[in-house]
């Protein structure tokens, strides 16, 4: 699906009670598996105790979401969630990029996925030397590699210097392979000077729904 019209991109950051990650889990399973107006979903946690989990989500436009938003499952997952998380913080993000593969994805708990999220701080006036690069970087990773399975690219609204970028990935050799390609090394050397911070987390995801190529750039 190549959308025309910038689609609706949310992170959110969660801290959930590690006691019920296991509840947290199911839940988000059921949420996700059948939330049929996204486009794309994934929820992770990036430490052992299962403390610190983000979850992303996309939609093809702010109907299909109010739509989501509307549904009775929606709304009780959302009761749910106030007695597994500690606190959450919505983070709405402008996207930049979005591509996934062809397959569509369904994946629970037990998968050896591995999905890492950048934060990434932009010099004032580096914005578009930095998008054009990570843009095609992204495209060219999604086309080439096998075993990536989607690059999300969005700035935090009204910050168009913070940068997040979501990939997700089959193994870990997978990840590591990528790294050494040609193309990813000289996206790194396009933008060394560009880039003033970076914070990467890696992932092991819950749950990752994909409709399947799904693709967006401005």
């Known amino acids: 699906m190549n959308l025309e019209n910038a689609p609706v991109l949310n992170l959110f950051r969660l801290e959930i009670n590690p006691e019920k990650h296991e509840i947290y889990i199911q839940k988000v399973e059921k949420y996700m598996l059948n939330a049929k107006n996204a ?8 430490d052992q105790r299962e ?17 989501h938003e509307s549904l009775s499952q929606v709304q009780q997952f959302e009761r749910d969630l106030k007695d597994i998380v500690n606190s959450q913080v919505k983070v709405k993000l402008y996207p930049e990029f979005i591509s996934t593969k062809p397959e569509k994805l369904a994946i629970t708990h037990d998968n050896q996925y591995v999905v890492y999220l950048t934060e990434i701080g932009v010099q004032l006036g580096k914005g578009d030397e930095f998008a054009n690069a990570v843009m095609k970087e992204m495209k060219t990773a999604v086309e080439k590699e096998d075993g990536i399975l989607a690059m999300i690219a969005g700035t935090i609204m009204n910050q168009p210097n913070e940068w997040f970028s979501l990939e997700v990935y089959k193994t870990e050799e997978t990840y590591e392979e990528y790294h050494k390609t040609k193309h990813f090394k000289k996206y790194l050397e396009a933008t060394k000077y560009v880039v003033e911070s970076k914070g990467l987390h890696l992932l092991k995801p819950d749950c990752i729904m994909d409709q399947g190529e799904i693709f967006y750039r401005p």
């Open 51 to 67: 403390y610190k989990n983000y979850l992303i989500e996309s939609y093809q436009n702010d109907d299909a979401y109010q739509k």
């Open 39 to 46: 486009l794309f979903m994934q929820s992770g946690h990036e």
